[in-house]
């Protein structure tokens, strides 16, 4: 039966269609940060990268599914909370998504979350489930760039002219997570060739429209040792935001 507007079945709808399910995408290799495990294992004053990105998520409530290389599915659990999922994830971050996705159950608002993003507030999080919930099928959060940007033309390996100079006011460094509804992150994903690195890069390549939520400084991503040696002196100064 069809549900109509105002009653039990349509309330139920809508609840049903608000959950969140928030994925960790955590099967990368890390290997641009040098340590001899994957970057999402490694340590963080005691704890592991992983499990201070979980913890950023915890008091939201949502579903939370942990994408891991197959190897370290068993280790990922002893980590993590009993009611976080882990599941194990592909060669491709987008195949990682893709399995994360499946595991979702019935949440109809997905965040995609690196892991590598340990510190990243859990106010950054509720601002991409507010816009979504407002209507909006793609939101991501980004912050202001503070370099002078310009466009280049390469010359050789060592040389390029500038051709431009870009607008700064017009761009933002865009962090994660990355919210979309169901049917939009399904449907950005239907033709990806596994080389996505940027989920709502997908989503603009068909048309759907993105929109940019304030992100925070705190969501810097690890990727390199120096990014590395930031985050501990950021946790060695006590000065985390939640």
């Known amino acids: 039966m069809t549900a109509t507007p105002g009653s039990a079945s349509a309330a139920q709808d809508d609840r049903v269609n608000s959950q969140v399910c928030v994925i960790i995408p955590a099967a990368g290799s890390g290997t641009r940060l040098g340590e001899s495990i994957p970057k999402a294992f490694v340590d963080l004053h005691g704890r592991t990268i992983l499990e201070r990105c979980v913890d950023q998520v915890l008091d939201l409530d949502a579903h939370v ?20 999922e882990v599941v194990a994830g592909g060669a491709h971050r987008s195949t990682s ?35 979504i919930r407002a209507g909006h099928r793609a939101v991501i ?10 466009q280049i033309e390469q010359l050789d390996t060592d040389l390029a002219r500038v051709t431009t100079t870009v607008d700064r006011d017009l761009l933002r460094a865009i962090q994660t997570p990355q919210g979309f509804t169901r049917e939009a992150l399904v449907a950005a994903h239907a033709d990806d060739e596994g080389l996505a690195t940027d989920d709502a890069g997908l989503a603009e390549r068909i048309g759907i429209p993105v929109h940019v939520v304030e992100g925070h400084p705190m969501a810097m991503k690890i990727t390199t040792p120096w990014d590395l040696r930031v985050i501990r002196q950021i946790l060695d100064s006590g000065e985390v935001v939640t």
């Open 97 to 131: 998504v893709r399995a994360g996705l499946a595991a979702a159950g019935d949440a109809g608002i997905i965040l995609v979350h690196d892991a590598a993003r340990p510190l990243t507030p859990a106010g950054v999080f509720r601002r991409v489930i507010d816009a």
């Open 65 to 84: 599914v942990v994408v891991v290389p197959a190897d370290l599915v068993g280790r990922a659990r002893l980590l993590l909370p009993p009611h976080v």
């Open 141 to 150: 959060p980004g912050i202001p760039v503070a370099d002078t940007l310009k």
